[in-house]
């Protein structure tokens, strides 16, 4: 430590104007200690002055600038001195210095950028806002042949991706390009894999996804998963899972998926395609989730219908019904689910016997599987009398359903049970459908949904309970009792917030229970009427007048 005190003590007394030898010798000492004990040689150049010195020995002329930058990317190993860097004002000079020519003044800049940065959000984003990102781009382009500096600037893109604010300047420069030009040269796993850390985040932007694919990514994507798609080696099974997940990532965007699909033709659509009779389960469960995104307009449902790739899903699907790939049965069915969006789809994936693979799922005790699974049968059934019917009547499934509405740990299968069993009334129109609902104890479970915060579901669940009402009022008045209908029915009534369609709706289930005796006595009180009253000024004209009418129904019959 005491040459490095010494060194320090030379380099403050030497002049900044001219880099003399000893500023040289100084530099390697300084270095030399760092190398030893970092730690300790940081604070001591901290303690002794030496940092606000730096930025004047930061200039592209000097022979001594790589080393003063290296130094810097030392130092700020160490977090106690990366808030020290910034506070003697190393940022522009170093910012400066990425315009420069020589390769090692460009390595050490970007590795004492890249340090005193790590980790620091904000500092990153300082970095973003002064311009770095298209002066790296331009780096990686002219000097992809540097293996050092191509890999400080993956890192960088890698550090800097992660940043929202980051997206629409990498949008702007060629990085795509680049990165794809890089990616092709690669032969190496490792760098084949700091690339694709780079892609990924990159990958999550609407803009950059088009721009990947114009670049020529989804080929090089489709090479490596050929590669490996029989490897058993680690690094194999990782490219191919990497080179797959984010396949299915740039099929997020609408555009570029569409680009892809080239009306249900394009090549890169049929290499996906075969991957779901895979026996790799990666290739499965990636082939059914680009599916599920080329699944998004109507327009590549129905042509995929068409052309036979619900038989390869529910092929797939049977393949993983006993202890099968919980994330292959969620990907498969949320394909399904999509596909069956489309009315034209919906007779047709029936008739290819969809809702009978689906329901062979009913046992699954994963959220996930049920959810989607629910979500299937709700799209499947949707104007779908007859299917409706069946399901409805179908005991096991009814009793999975009102078992899962009190699902409280998981909310999206609540809410899809719910509403698959609203459906089944609500398209059946069935008295029997309905008998099996107040049967199996559904009743309860409509009426709560009746309260809930979304419209929809609010309305699904009127619509629904009024059927009961008109089916079978006799059967499901204990039910509606014991559940508080009534009161549910006030509370919608008077809720200023309640949509018009609600209060319509809630009137007409008002109406609908006034032949039960103990549910008529309920409604006839002078609060209900009154509320019901308030609504004949309502300003939608279809609720003031079903209002009038239910007022007349419940004074007349007081």
């Known amino acids: 430590m005491d040459n490095l005190s010494d060194a320090l003590e030379k380099l403050k007394l030497a002049s900044t104007d001219s880099i003399t030898d000893s500023v040289e010798s100084c530099l390697d000492c300084l270095l030399k200690a760092l190398v030893n004990n970092n730690t300790e040689a940081s604070a001591k150049i901290q303690e002794m002055g030496i940092l606000p010195m730096l930025p004047t020995m930061l200039t592209p002329q000097s022979t001594c600038t790589p080393k003063v930058a290296n130094i810097i990317a030392e130092m700020a190993k160490n977090e106690f001195m990366r808030s020290a860097c910034v506070e003697a004002g190393l940022i522009p000079p170093l910012i400066q210095l990425l315009n420069s020519t020589d390769q090692e003044v460009l390595l050490q800049t970007g590795r004492a950028l890249g340090n005193i940065c ?18 790296l781009v331009k780096l990686l382009g002219v000097h992809s042949h540097n293996t050092a500096l191509t890999e400080m600037c993956l890192i960088a893109f890698g550090n800097l991706a992660e940043l929202e604010s980051s997206k629409e300047q990498f949008a702007s420069t060629n990085i795509a390009e680049e990165l794809v030009c890089l ?33 020529g990514l989804v080929e090089c994507l489709l090479e490596v998963v ?5 490897g058993e080696r680690e690094e194999e099974v990782a490219q191919l899972k990497t080179a797959s997940d984010l396949m299915v990532l740039l099929l997020l965007g609408d555009e570029s998926m569409q680009k892809l699909f080239e009306g249900g033709k394009g090549s890169v659509f049929q290499r996906v395609l075969s991957w779901i009779p895979s026996h790799n389960h990666q290739l499965q469960l990636a082939g059914a989730l ?17 052309t036979g790739i619900v038989q390869k899903l529910l092929e797939l699907l049977d393949r993983h019904v006993v202890e ?24 047709k994936m029936l008739s290819a016997g969809v809702a009978d693979v689906v329901l062979k799922f009913l046992q699954s ?19 779908q009398v007859e299917a409706a019917d069946q399901l409805g009547a179908n005991t096991k499934l009814v009793e999975r359903l009102v078992e899962w509405c009190e699902a409280k740990d998981h909310a999206g299968v609540m809410g899809e049970s719910n509403r698959l069993l609203s459906a089944l009334i609500r398209h059946s129109k069935s008295k029997e459908v309905v008998k099996m609902v107040i049967q199996g104890d559904g009743v309860k479970h409509l009426v709560t949904m009746a309260t809930s ?38 509370k919608l009534l008077s809720d200023e917030r309640s949509a018009p369609e609600i209060k319509y709706n809630s009137m007409i289930l008002i109406c609908a229970v006034m032949g039960s005796e103990p549910l008529h006595k309920e409604v006839q009180t002078r609060a ?3 509320v019901v009253s308030k609504l004949r000024s309502h300003e939608n004209k279809t609720v003031s007048h079903q209002a009038s009418l239910t007022e007349q129904r419940l004074t007349a019959q007081s």
């Open 226 to 230: 050929a590669q490996t798609i029989d």
């Open 528 to 530: 209900f009427i009154n």
């Open 365 to 383: 005790e994963m959220p996930p599987v049920q959810f989607k699974l629910l979500g299937t049968l709700r799209m499947l059934i949707d104007t």
């Open 324 to 347: 099968g790939n919980v994330t292959v049965q969620h990907a498969a069915l949320s394909a399904l689910r999509n596909l069956a969006i489309p009315v034209v789809n919906k007779s």
């Open 290 to 306: 680009a599916i599920a995104n080329f699944a998004r307009n109507d327009g590549n449902c129905i042509h995929m219908v068409d």
């Open 453 to 490: 915060e979304h419209i929809i579901m609010q309305n699904e669940a009127l619509v629904a309970l009024g059927l009961i009402a008109a089916l079978d009022l006799v059967a499901a008045e204990k039910h509606f009792v014991a559940a508080d209908l009534v009161a549910v029915l006030h």
């Open 183 to 215: 990616f092709q040269k690669q032969t190496e796993h490792e760098k084949k894999e700091m690339i694709f850390e780079v892609l990924a985040p990159l990958a999550e932007n609407d803009v950059i996804k088009l721009q990947l694919v114009e670049a």
């Open 118 to 135: 790590y980790d620091s959000h904000s500092l990153q984003g300082q970095l973003i806002s002064m311009g770095v990102i298209p002066t």
